[in-house]
């Protein structure tokens, strides 16, 4: 891990980060023997695009509105008992 990170750290622009992680990691699997490394970079990008954004929303207010909340049938640990909704939403059990 520490190696990834360095490798990372040391590239000077995100778009080289990308370049950097889709070369030495993701185009060697044999899973995307069929994808090119201009898709695999957008990917990368893109992807990385929405931890972004999902870390940095912050609602302004509480949705008010009935939901309907589906869990699946195996627990996850690491999410919370509602998926973090309660954040988000006022929520009243019915």
Do not use: W
Not at 23 to 49: S, V
């Amino acid at each position: 891990m520490l190696q990834l990170t360095e490798g990372l750290l040391s590239q000077s622009s995100l778009e080289q980060r990308v370049e950097y992680a889709v070369d030495t990691y993701l185009q060697p699997l044999a899973i995307f023997t069929q994808t090119g490394r201009k898709d695999l970079c957008h990917a990368a990008q893109t992807f990385f695009n929405k931890l972004v954004i999902a870390d940095r929303y912050s609602p302004d207010s509480r949705l008010n509105s009935k939901v309907t909340l589906v869990k699946s049938s195996q627990h996850v640990h690491s999410l919370s008992k509602d998926y973090g909704l309660s954040e988000v939403c006022i929520y009243k059990e019915t």
